[in-house]
């Protein structure tokens, strides 16, 4: 079936490191979406990329979406302890309406 | 802000036991959708519901039924409980089709 593979699983870092997230989808997306939840907290929409090669930016982070459309990143420049928690992709494929297919998520710890 | 809530945050119900989920939404949105959450499985579509007592099965809807009755409200039913349903249940809305979801605050339901 359809995948969003998301990488690393886990990964811990000391504040004002950057961080990395990458998703990889099987099948061209229509969009992707990024969601961040905190321990303990429920998913929180971050943002959606449409078009090819899409950069987008939010202060620290940065979203990328694959020329192909086939895979996207997060990037957090020099974490804050703030950034803890799990960073979830979700990609939406041309003919899933309302399904959107969630990566495992990358669960980010940060060491101050 | 949308306002999406979920009845319990915590469950405990013994095996065979029918369980009822319910979630409010009071934004007035179309589509609403019940997630499991699994450590390292990210999550995964159960069920979601387009409109008024319209529903369709996500990627995981072997043991589970819903209801949607009212336009604000989805019920998710385990008609009969089993230890393999102990999960983080999560309830989402969202208004239309490239439109970001909003969470529920969960229900970690166990299964004894």
């Known amino acids: 079936g359809q995948q969003v593979m998301q990488i690393p699983q886990y990964q811990h870092v000391q504040e004002g490191e950057d961080f990395t997230t990458y998703c990889n989808s099987s099948t061209t997306l229509s969009n992707i979406q990024w969601y961040k939840q905190r321990p303990g907290g429920h998913p929180v929409f971050l943002i959606q990329l449409v078009k090819s090669g899409e950069v987008k930016k939010q202060k620290r982070l940065t979203f990328q979406f694959g020329e192909a459309k086939k895979n996207s990143s997060l990037h957090i420049t020099a974490t804050q302890t703030t950034d803890v928690g799990t960073y979830f992709c979700a990609g939406r494929t041309s003919g899933g309406y309302n399904k959107l297919i969630f990566g495992a998520g990358t669960r980010l710890a940060v060491h101050p | 802000d949308v306002k999406v809530t979920q009845s319990s945050r915590y469950l405990v119900k013994r095996t065979g036991e029918k369980v009822f989920l319910e979630c409010v939404q009071d934004?007035?949105?179309?589509?609403m959708f019940w997630y499991r959450q699994d450590p390292g499985l990210g999550l995964r579509l159960i069920y979601f519901s387009y409109d008024v007592k319209m529903k369709e099965k996500g990627d995981i809807p072997e043991g589970y039924s819903v209801s949607r009755e009212k336009k604000e409200r989805f019920s998710l039913i385990l008609e009969s409980a089993s230890t393999n349903q102990t999960s983080m249940y999560l309830c989402?809305?969202?208004?239309?089709?490239?439109?970001?979801?909003?969470f529920g605050s969960g229900t970690q339901l166990s299964v004894l």
């Open positions: 989402a809305s969202k208004r239309g089709f490239n439109e970001k979801l909003f």
């Open positions: 934004m007035d949105h179309e589509n």
